[in-house]
């Protein structure tokens, strides 16, 4: 089985910085992208930033800039770092993981996290 154990969220200043960790754990033979998500109040979930198995990023036109996601396959973890924040930052987190393979030649499957809190606010 596998779980997506994310870190890093909480409470900033505008202008600060976090940086959010998600950590795939189980047997896991392969992943093909690795991304993080958010959801704020009363809005629907959108991409964040993406990142493929060859390492090919894509980020929403919001964050591009301040925002910068990378992963380390043999960990199989995806990290997000977040500068320059801004109150509309604020919303849950997920990551997210696309086409996992628990052995070769397995289903492909994609999971989410549990998500967690990121708050910038004065």
């Known amino acids: 089985q596998v779980q997506l154990v994310e870190s890093g969220g909480g409470l900033v200043q505008p202008g600060g910085s976090l940086r959010l960790s998600c950590e795939a754990s189980?047997?896991?033979?392969?992943?093909?992208?690795m991304g993080w998500y958010r959801q704020a109040p009363g809005k629907q979930r959108e991409l964040v930033a993406r990142i493929t198995s060859a390492s090919s990023t894509n980020y929403a036109d919001s964050v591009k800039g301040r925002f910068a996601i990378s992963r380390d396959n043999s960990k199989n973890t995806v990290t997000l770092q977040m500068n320059s924040l801004k109150p509309e930052d604020t919303a849950v987190y997920y990551c997210h993981i696309e086409r996992a393979a628990l052995w070769l030649g397995a289903p492909l499957n994609d999971y989410w996290g549990q998500g967690t809190q990121v708050t910038v606010s004065s």
């Open positions: 189980g047997s896991i033979f392969s992943i093909d992208a």
